[in-house]
């Protein structure tokens, strides 16, 4: 009998709003969690903002920063924390459970997707508000396309966060993540992909990082559209999707 049939159980829709409410909450519960998500993105807002350096590019200096910082919380919360959480899940043996339930295995990585949307949400409020206090002035034309940048980002970057947390055992998953995460500041993150030095250059821009940093800089100081940027984060995602569902392991 599938899970979706088993008596008693509530509407699918329901379980999964519910359990994604746990993850938001465990989310923006967790002090190490919040310091990535909210506490470092805002410190390098204000650090890129109030500073000259490093240089990023033409346009207004806080327009750049807030541009790179919210492409940074994307990193924060889709890839580092739910590789380290759902790492660490794996291990404590929550995963297995939780796929013999009614929500299912379709059903929590729903719910851990709608809980990523969800901090993400509370992100750009956050270090919107801030951007603004220091001065920043989005383009209103590229309002729509940054929306869709976040969300495809978010996409790619939760496919490589479970491709990581699927393969590796819990303590090297929390060892590499955060590894990527600080490498990844300076692969076209926070400043554009074309200001890096010689072969750097054009390697950030053919990765994930550097296709985010650079499509949240387009859309938000020139009011562009990234499509460039939109199909090397595509073709991340799905790739790192498709060998997520290959190799993912459910338990050690």
């Given at each position: 009998m599938s899970?979706?049939s088993?008596?008693?159980?509530?509407?699918?829709?329901?379980?999964?709003?519910?359990?994604a409410?746990f993850e938001?909450?465990?989310?923006?519960?967790n002090?190490?969690?919040?310091?990535?998500s909210l506490?470092?993105p805002s410190?390098?807002l204000?650090?890129?903002?109030?500073?000259?350096?490093?240089?990023?590019?033409?346009?207004?200096?806080s327009d750049l920063a807030?541009a790179?910082a919210?492409a940074?919380?994307?990193?924060s919360t889709?890839f580092?924390?739910q590789?380290?959480?759902?790492?660490?899940?794996r291990?404590a043996?929550?995963l297995?459970?939780?796929?013999?339930?009614p929500l299912?295995?379709?059903?929590?990585?729903?719910?851990?997707a709608?809980?990523?949307?969800?901090?993400?949400?509370?992100q750009?409020v956050v270090?919107?508000?801030?951007?603004?206090?220091?001065?920043?002035r989005a383009?209103?034309?590229g309002?729509?396309p940054a929306a869709l940048?976040?969300?495809?980002?978010?996409a790619?970057f939760?496919?490589?966060a479970l491709?990581?947390a699927?393969?590796l055992r819990a303590?090297?998953v929390?060892?590499?993540?955060?590894?990527?995460?600080v490498?990844?500041l300076?692969?076209?993150?926070l400043?554009?992909?074309e200001?890096?030095?010689?072969i750097?250059?054009?390697?950030?821009?053919?990765?994930?990082?550097?296709a985010?940093g650079d499509a949240?800089?387009?859309?938000?100081v020139d009011?562009?559209w990234?499509l460039?940027q939109w199909?090397v984060?595509?073709?991340?995602?799905v790739g790192?999707?498709v060998?997520a569902?290959?190799?993912?392991?459910?338990?050690d």
């Amino acid at each position: 009998m599938s899970a979706a049939s088993t008596p008693g159980a509530a509407p699918a829709r329901a379980r999964i709003l519910s359990r994604a409410a746990f993850e938001t909450r465990m989310l923006l519960a967790n002090g190490e969690q919040l310091l990535v998500s909210l506490i470092l993105p805002s410190l390098a807002l204000i650090g890129l903002t109030l500073s000259s350096v490093p240089d990023l590019g033409p346009g207004a200096r806080s327009d750049l920063a807030l541009a790179g910082a919210l492409a940074l919380c994307v990193v924060s919360t889709a890839f580092t924390g739910q590789a380290i959480g759902t790492g660490f899940d794996r291990r404590a043996g929550v995963l297995r459970l939780l796929g013999t339930t009614p929500l299912g295995r379709s059903g929590l990585l729903a719910a851990k997707a709608l809980a990523v949307l969800s901090v993400l949400g509370v992100q750009v409020v956050v270090i919107g508000a801030l951007g603004v206090a220091l001065g920043a002035r989005a383009q209103p034309a590229g309002l729509v396309p940054a929306a869709l940048t976040l969300l495809l980002g978010s996409a790619c970057f939760v496919a490589l966060a479970l491709l990581l947390a699927g393969t590796l055992r819990a303590e090297a998953v929390l060892a590499v993540a955060n590894l990527v995460w600080v490498l990844l500041l300076g692969l076209g993150l926070l400043a554009p992909t074309e200001s890096l030095p010689g072969i750097l250059a054009p390697v950030a821009a053919a990765l994930p990082s550097g296709a985010l940093g650079d499509a949240m800089r387009l859309a938000l100081v020139d009011g562009g559209w990234p499509l460039a940027q939109w199909a090397v984060l595509a073709v991340w995602g799905v790739g790192a999707a498709v060998l997520a569902s290959r190799t993912f392991r459910w338990s050690d």
